[in-house]
């Protein structure tokens, strides 16, 4: 009998056109199989040493682990060995869409995002040079310089609670409201928390908690920016009588201009989302003509139509050079 540790021992496999089939497949290297229509290649790649590879690992993990995953029946078969935990990967074609490249046909985009926003440098937009943490009084007063300036108008203090996450998120909303909040903005509206508002559950929201809205009293900004500072995990907006929103980080701020930026995310790497997108091109990186037409929920869809048929009349976006990201991520 072979070594296990060097192949895969099988003997005597029964499965649908194999016949009491014994052979030792080598381990750690790339094995094709080949043959004619009906030989059984399948049978043994997939209902033998895949089911069985799976078969068997799942056997030592938990009954509680083990009921998340739909286990394949047992091989007919006499004897395997050596035969290691197995993953079968679906072969795919596709065509792909105006904003697919390598990356995401590929999914390793996904890792590449959560990698730029764990371990990326970050840099200021405007002076060119890495951010830094800040303390929270220079925070604080940094936004208390900024109010006095603002002469008459409404101003609002939010904290970033969850951003481009899928859900209702009941249980988050009632945790604002449990712990003081009476109002949120979700999705760019603002709404009153003493009736929690009805989410779609399968699409992203932005939700912001409301500190203040209108004019705040002065003795009472310390406080109150402290426990944005703290409902926020460190951030939180100021929104101006001219609708400019301003954030303030203790976790990400320059240096030399004082500019704050928000904790990375991998949405903000992601040409597919609002939040990481050129909002020029709004990430296909090309810009192109469309039509002044109602776009409704369908809207990217729309926009996927026109970049194909438009394929003669695009041009490299003027605002992202083509890198389809904003500024801040580019």
């Excluded at 690992?57 to 009921?67: E, I, K, N, T, V």
């Excluded at 959560?114 to 040079?129: A, K």
């Excluded at 399968?202 to 703290?230: R, S």
């Amino acid at each position: 009998m072979a070594k296990s540790k060097e192949v895969i021992h099988v003997e005597g496999v029964r499965e649908h056109n194999l016949r009491n089939l014994t052979l030792d497949i080598p381990r750690g290297k790339f094995i094709a199989v080949t043959g004619v229509s009906g030989s059984g290649k399948s049978t043994l790649a997939f209902n033998v040493l895949f089911s069985e590879g799976q078969r068997r690992f799942l056997d030592s993990m938990s009954a509680y682990a083990r009921q998340f995953v739909e286990q394949l029946p047992r091989a007919e078969l006499d004897l395997i060995e050596g035969i290691p935990p197995s993953v079968s990967i679906e072969q795919r074609s596709t065509r792909g869409g105006g904003k697919s490249t390598v990356a995401t046909l590929t999914e390793i985009y996904h890792f590449l995002r959560l990698l730029y926003s764990r371990l990326g440098i970050q840099y200021c937009e405007t002076c060119d040079i890495p951010i830094t943490g800040s303390d929270r009084a220079v925070v604080t007063d940094q936004a208390r310089r900024d109010l006095r300036k603002v002469r008459k108008g409404e101003i609002v203090c939010l904290a970033p609670i969850s951003h481009g996450r899928k859900g209702t998120h009941v249980d988050l909303l009632n945790g604002l409201v449990k712990k003081g909040c009476r109002q949120a903005r979700i999705d760019g509206q603002y709404y009153d928390l003493s009736t929690i508002p009805q989410l779609a559950r399968y699409k992203a929201h932005d939700i912001d908690a409301v500190l203040f809205k209108g004019a705040p009293a002065q003795k009472e900004l310390e406080k109150t920016f402290n426990d944005a500072l703290e409902l926020g995990n460190g951030v939180f907006y100021l929104v101006f009588p001219d609708a400019k929103e301003k954030i303030y980080s203790a976790h990400r701020s320059c240096p030399k201009c004082g500019a704050s930026y928000p904790l990375l995310d991998p949405y903000d790497f992601s040409f597919n989302s609002p939040r990481g997108w050129c909002p020029a091109c709004r990430g296909f990186g090309e810009v192109f003509d469309i039509p002044d037409v109602e776009r409704g929920a369908r809207a990217e869809d729309i926009e996927e139509s026109w970049f194909n048929w438009l394929e003669d009349e695009r041009e490299v976006c003027p605002q992202c050079r083509g890198s389809r990201l904003k500024s801040m991520s580019r």
